[in-house]
Structures are given as structure tokens and as C-alpha cells.
């Protein structure tokens, strides 16, 4: 790869770059009305309507132009969007951020893409005693083309707030520079931990899984500190007895470590 980190290539970039990652809300919610406080929550941050507004400021940020959208509110909750992006003119190209390095600075970011899309599922989901309500919102971007989805990667996780996040990014297919040598990747990576802001690292552990041979990254992330009163519905933190405040912290910390680790767990003993 030259120094300037560009390779002259033969034609049109072919490598696919896709970054996908679960987005997981939990909360505490014990009554009926307690639960559909939270589904309204949950109607008004992950309806389709909002979920197409951060998906096209996302387009905005990676430099695509949108073709088409297809989204869908579903009954008694939950959406998909599904966003169709393409090429368009380069302005001023050679003064074009073409690098993977952290974002989003969309009013900096000027490039052009074809044959990608970016596409978002919701699952709310209940524990049918003991509470608990986790919310998952699956997403992916991918591009074919010079820029790296991985400029979406901070806005995103900014825009939509979570617990857990599991990332997955992957390089596929090859492209030829102009000695017809094949590349499997045109950038450098070896976490996907290097591209987030500092305050995101702040906020979460994280833990990493790659195959760098097959150019596969896989991180997941757990929020570090939890505040008791914002996973609440329709109660406080100070309505509660010191037994449910345990009781109830315990639950929600053993929800999130089943879904950091990928595992069941046993109850925690008193």
C-alpha cells in the first residue's frame, strides 16, 4: 500500500465494507402500566419516522445519495426501515476524507458510493415475570465503493442510546490496483475500539473478538456505571425499599451480562 495510504486502483473499488451492530436497551418495568409507559417510550425514540431521520443524517455523514426508503411501524410495536443508496458526484475530490478514522463530522465528509444500503429492525422484548424489558435495534451499513461505513459508526451509537452494543465489521470481496494485483482490504484496522471517540470509551467496557486473517471485527460493548432511576417506569429509585433496589439492580446487571457475555447465567443468590 503506498505511504499515502491510497491504492491506485484499476477501475471501480469492489471491496464491500459492512458494519452491523445490535443496539440493546433494558429497562425495569413491573406492572401493566409501568410496561405500556414503556412501549410508548419505545414508540416515540425507535418509531419509523425517527428511525428514517438518523438513518438519512447517517447517509449524510457517509456521503450517499438516497435512491429509495421503505419503513414500516409494526403492531403493538417495533419498525423496520430500509434505506437504497447510490453514487453521486464528487465535489472537489481531491479535498475529499476518504479514511476510516473516527466520526461524525458530516460537513466535512464528501464521497460517493454505489450498490449499498442501510437497513434497521427493532425487537422489543419482555420477561414475562420478574420485570424486565430489553429493546434490540439491529443495524447495518454497507458500502461498496471508497469510503468505510465506520464513519457512521460514533453518530450512531450517540443517536441511539444503549447498554449493550455488539459491532461487527467486515471487509469482503477484493479489488485490483492498477498492476492488476488483487486487495482483500484498503485500510488499516485491527479493532474496531480505534475508531470510536474517546467519550464512548469512557462510558463502556469493551471486549473484542476478531479474525484478522479473514478480515472480521467483532467488539462488544457494556455501559460501565448504572443509574437505578433511568431504567425505571413509572417509579423512582426513592419510592423503593432498599430490598427492591437490590433486588431490581440485581436483575437488570444480570440482563446485561447474559447479553455482553452471550450466555445464560444462574440467579444470583441473597
Same mark, same amino acid.
Given at each position: 500500500?503506498?505511504t &499515502?495510504g491510497k491504492?491506485k486502483?484499476q =477501475?471501480?473499488?469492489n471491496?464491500?465494507?459492512?458494519l452491523?451492530?445490535c443496539i440493546y436497551d433494558v429497562?425495569?418495568?413491573q406492572t401493566?402500566?409501568?410496561?405500556?409507559?414503556?412501549?410508548?417510550?419505545i414508540?416515540?425514540?425507535?418509531?419509523a +419516522?425517527?428511525?428514517?431521520?438518523?438513518?438519512?443524517?447517517?447517509?449524510?455523514?457517509? =456521503?450517499?445519495?438516497?435512491?429509495?426508503?421503505?419503513?414500516?411501524d409494526y +403492531?403493538?410495536?417495533?419498525?423496520s426501515v430500509?434505506?437504497?443508496v447510490?453514487?453521486?458526484?464528487v465535489?472537489d475530490?481531491? &479535498?475529499?476524507d476518504?479514511?476510516?478514522?473516527?466520526?461524525p463530522?458530516?460537513?466535512?465528509v464528501?464521497?460517493?458510493?454505489?450498490?449499498? %444500503?442501510?437497513?434497521?429492525?427493532?425487537y422489543?422484548?419482555? %420477561?414475562?415475570?420478574d420485570?424486565i424489558c430489553?429493546f434490540?435495534?439491529d443495524?447495518?451499513?454497507?458500502?461498496?465503493?471508497?469510503i468505510?461505513p465506520l464513519?457512521?459508526l *460514533?453518530?450512531?451509537?450517540h443517536?441511539?442510546e444503549?447498554?449493550?452494543?455488539?459491532?461487527?465489521?467486515?471487509?469482503?470481496?477484493f479489488?485490483r490496483d492498477? %498492476?492488476?494485483?488483487k486487495?482483500?482490504?484498503d485500510?488499516?484496522i485491527?479493532?474496531i475500539? *480505534?475508531?470510536?471517540t474517546?467519550?464512548i470509551? +469512557?462510558?463502556y467496557?469493551m471486549?473484542?473478538? &476478531?479474525?484478522?486473517?479473514?478480515?472480521?471485527? %467483532?467488539?462488544k460493548?457494556?455501559?460501565?456505571?448504572? +443509574?437505578l432511576?433511568?431504567?425505571l417506569? =413509572?417509579t423512582t429509585?426513592?419510592?423503593?425499599?432498599?430490598?427492591?433496589?437490590?433486588?431490581i439492580?440485581?436483575?437488570?446487571?444480570k440482563?446485561?451480562?447474559?447479553i455482553?457475555?452471550?450466555?445464560n447465567?444462574?440467579?444470583m443468590k441473597n
Amino acid at each position: 500500500m503506498p505511504t &499515502n495510504g491510497k491504492i491506485k486502483l484499476q =477501475g471501480f473499488n469492489n471491496l464491500t465494507k459492512s458494519l452491523s451492530f445490535c443496539i440493546y436497551d433494558v429497562c425495569y418495568a413491573q406492572t401493566p402500566e409501568q410496561k405500556a409507559e414503556y412501549i410508548e417510550y419505545i414508540d416515540e425514540q425507535y418509531n419509523a +419516522d425517527r428511525l428514517t431521520e438518523i438513518l438519512s443524517e447517517c447517509c449524510e455523514i457517509i =456521503g450517499a445519495n438516497i435512491l429509495n426508503v421503505a419503513r414500516q411501524d409494526y +403492531d403493538p410495536q417495533g419498525a423496520s426501515v430500509t434505506i437504497l443508496v447510490a453514487e453521486e458526484p464528487v465535489k472537489d475530490s481531491d &479535498n475529499v476524507d476518504t479514511t476510516e478514522k473516527p466520526g461524525p463530522m458530516p460537513d466535512s465528509v464528501v464521497a460517493h458510493l454505489d450498490k449499498s %444500503h442501510i437497513c434497521v429492525h427493532t425487537y422489543p422484548e419482555a %420477561h414475562p415475570d420478574d420485570g424486565i424489558c430489553t429493546f434490540r435495534a439491529d443495524i447495518e451499513v454497507s458500502t461498496c465503493g471508497i469510503i468505510s461505513p465506520l464513519k457512521a459508526l *460514533n453518530y450512531l451509537i450517540h443517536r441511539l442510546e444503549s447498554d449493550i452494543v455488539t459491532v461487527d465489521y467486515r471487509v469482503r470481496g477484493f479489488t485490483r490496483d492498477i %498492476h492488476g494485483v488483487k486487495h482483500y482490504i484498503d485500510h488499516d484496522i485491527n479493532s474496531i475500539q *480505534n475508531f470510536f471517540t474517546e467519550d464512548i470509551h +469512557d462510558q463502556y467496557q469493551m471486549l473484542d473478538v &476478531n479474525v484478522y486473517q479473514e478480515n472480521i471485527f %467483532h467488539t462488544k460493548m457494556k455501559l460501565k456505571d448504572l +443509574d437505578l432511576n433511568t431504567y425505571l417506569f =413509572g417509579t423512582t429509585k426513592e419510592e423503593l425499599s432498599e430490598d427492591q433496589v437490590k433486588q431490581i439492580s440485581e436483575r437488570l446487571n444480570k440482563e446485561m451480562d447474559e447479553i455482553f457475555y452471550g450466555r445464560n447465567m444462574p440467579d444470583m443468590k441473597n
